[in-house]
């Protein structure tokens, strides 16, 4: 039997899941990796000049030249990022800063590995470079930041990035910029922090974003409704209560796995069915009630969608009205 759904029976909530990854230097292929960027005229453009990085991935090497990738990215988030329709990344600036000087070092993170976007607000780095250990986060609206610096950088930005208005010290626990969409750490800091990502070793820890939404069905049987099972057990030889005929497409739609096992554990189907014409004896009394053991969701053209599985049977009441909620997420 078969029943439409009232939409009010019909929940579906977004909500978003969380990750933690954690990669080293040392994990050459795994999808993240630095690179550097170098300022420079690009009238005749001789690549064979250019500071070139070099990244092994099984046994695939790729080369990223410093002077595409620096007009690159200032292209794309810092040449005009106060203008939203020209840049991407967050544009707010009142609470981000850009400066994209005559280098930077770049941490790129593959989509594959952050999903939507990388959490904002979960990036701990710990790099040693220059005879010296960071620890970089990110304040959660694109700035890269000091650690140590906390104090210092907090006074920045609540001064709206006025260096003017603060000790040069100050404005310089700001160390860049994380793109959170499209995975990039971008380091423009050309002083003490110019060499992270190509020191000693860095650790790099964030979460991936994934929106999942979870549905919800309400699906009620009042007195008497379904009052009929399909199980293959109440007909005579168990012949079922399906008919298929000869060229169905797809007999797994419709049963379950294996219909004619075999000796080993395995099965087929067959090429039609024929629905049982008749039941057994004590499915025809007054007392005989169904009890439900798994949903079926359906779609308009009768596929079937989603299956739930009760943990126990439940018997349907002749009195009072029985729901079910179908939960799941995708």
Known sequence: MFKNLDPQDISIKPFKAYKNFTFTNNDSGSGVWAIRARSGSIFSYQSSSDHIT???SGSTNTNY???????SINKLFYKDYDAPFKTFGNNDTTKENRELHTSASIINVSRDLFGEEIK????????????????????????LYDFAFSSSFAAFKSSSFDRDSLPASTSGSQVGNVFYSQGLLVFTDTGSYKDVGFGTGYTLKYQSTQQIYE???????????FNVSQNIS???GRSGSITLPLGTVSMSRF?????QPSGQGTGSYATFYNAATSSLGFVTGSDFKPYVSTIGLYNEN?????????????QLSDDIETSFIVRFDT
Do not use: C, M, Q
């Open 255 to 259: 049963l379950p796995p294996g219909d």
């Open 302 to 314: 009768n596929e079937l969608l989603v299956v739930g599985r009760l943990g126990k049977p439940i």
């Open 54 to 56: 070099t990244i092994t």
């Open 120 to 143: 904002p607000g979960s990036i701990k780095l710990s790099d040693t470079s220059n005879g010296k250990t960071f620890d970089i986060r990110d304040d959660g609206d694109g700035n």
């Open 215 to 225: 549905y919800e069905y309400k699906v009620s049987a009042k007195p008497f409704e």
């Open 234 to 236: 109440l007909t005579p």
């Open 65 to 71: 030249f410093a002077l595409p990738t620096w007009h």
